[in-house]
C-alpha cells in the first residue's frame, strides 16, 4: 500500500469518491481543489504518490507537474494524470510535463488504484539495489572456476534477450527540461535504452543546449540531470 497519497482535482465529487474508496483500503489521502495549493501540498507532506487533473484553477495540471519535476522534493515522485482531456496531444502533453501515467475520465477509483500501485511498487524496486548476480553458464561450473570479483565492484549479470538501444521513441516520455546554465529551453535529441535486463530497464534522454552551453543527459529512473559535454 501506498503510505500518503496527495489527490488534485477541483471537483468536490471527484475528490469524495476517490477518498471514499482509498480510505476503506487504509490509505491516508491528501486533498487539494487547486494547483498552488497541490504543489504546496506535494512539498510539505512529501507523498509517495501524487494524483492530479489537468484543469486546475490557479496553476493548472500541466504546469503543476513541470514545477514538481523541478523541485528536488518531488523530482522523483510518481505523477498519475487523471484527465477529461482525452485527445492523444493531450495525453503526450501531460507525459512530457512529467507524469508517469495518464487515465481518461471517467476513471473509476479501482482502475486508479491499481496504477498507482504499479507506480509505488516500481518507484520501490528502483531504489532497492541490484544484488550480485551469475550468469547461467557461470553458475553450472565449479566454485573454484568462478572469478572472484574486485573489492568494491558488483558482478551484474546483463540479460542477453534485452534489447538496449538509442531512440527517438523511447517508452517513456523525454519531460520538458531548462538548461541549468542559462535557464533556456533544451531541445531533446534521442533517448538511450539500456540496464541490467527488461525488468531492471534505464532510459536516458540526451539534450542540448541551442545557447552553446552543452550537451546533457537525464535519468529517468533518478530523475536527474547532468552535463555530459
Known amino acids: 500500500m501506498p503510505r500518503l497519497v496527495l489527490l488534485i482535482d477541483r471537483d468536490d465529487d471527484t475528490r469524495e469518491m476517490y477518498a471514499e474508496f482509498f480510505k476503506s483500503l487504509g490509505v491516508e489521502l491528501v486533498e487539494a481543489a487547486d494547483g498552488r495549493d497541490g504543489l504546496a501540498q506535494a512539498i510539505s507532506r512529501n507523498p509517495e504518490v501524487i494524483v492530479t487533473d489537468t484543469r486546475l484553477p490557479g496553476i493548472d495540471g500541466y504546469e503543476l507537474c513541470t514545477l514538481l519535476r523541478r523541485d528536488s522534493t518531488t523530482r522523483a515522485t510518481p505523477i498519475v494524470v487523471v484527465t477529461g482531456d482525452g485527445y492523444e496531444a493531450d495525453i503526450a502533453r501531460a507525459r512530457a510535463a512529467g507524469a508517469d501515467s495518464v487515465l481518461v475520465k471517467p476513471c473509476l477509483p479501482q482502475a486508479l488504484f491499481a496504477e498507482i500501485h504499479t507506480l509505488v511498487q516500481q518507484a520501490r524496486e528502483a531504489r532497492t539495489p541490484?544484488?550480485?548476480?551469475?550468469?547461467?553458464n557461470e553458475a553450472a561450473q565449479p566454485s573454484s572456476s568462478v572469478p572472484t570479483p574486485r573489492r568494491g565492484v558488483q558482478a551484474k549479470a546483463l540479460s542477453r534477450t534485452f534489447h538496449r538501444h538509442d531512440t527517438t521513441?523511447?517508452?517513456?516520455?523525454?519531460?520538458?527540461l531548462v538548461c541549468p546554465a542559462c535557464d533556456r529551453r533544451l531541445v531533446y535529441q534521442r533517448s538511450h535504452i539500456g540496464g541490467v535486463s527488461e525488468r531492471h530497464a534505464e532510459q536516458w534522454d540526451d539534450y542540448e543546449c541551442l545557447a552553446g552551453c552543452g550537451v546533457f543527459q537525464y535519468r529517468q529512473r533518478t530523475r536527474t540531470l547532468r552535463k555530459v559535454s
Open 169 to 176: 521513441k523511447p517508452p517513456t516520455a523525454p519531460p520538458d
Open 130 to 136: 541490484v544484488l550480485p548476480l551469475l550468469a547461467d
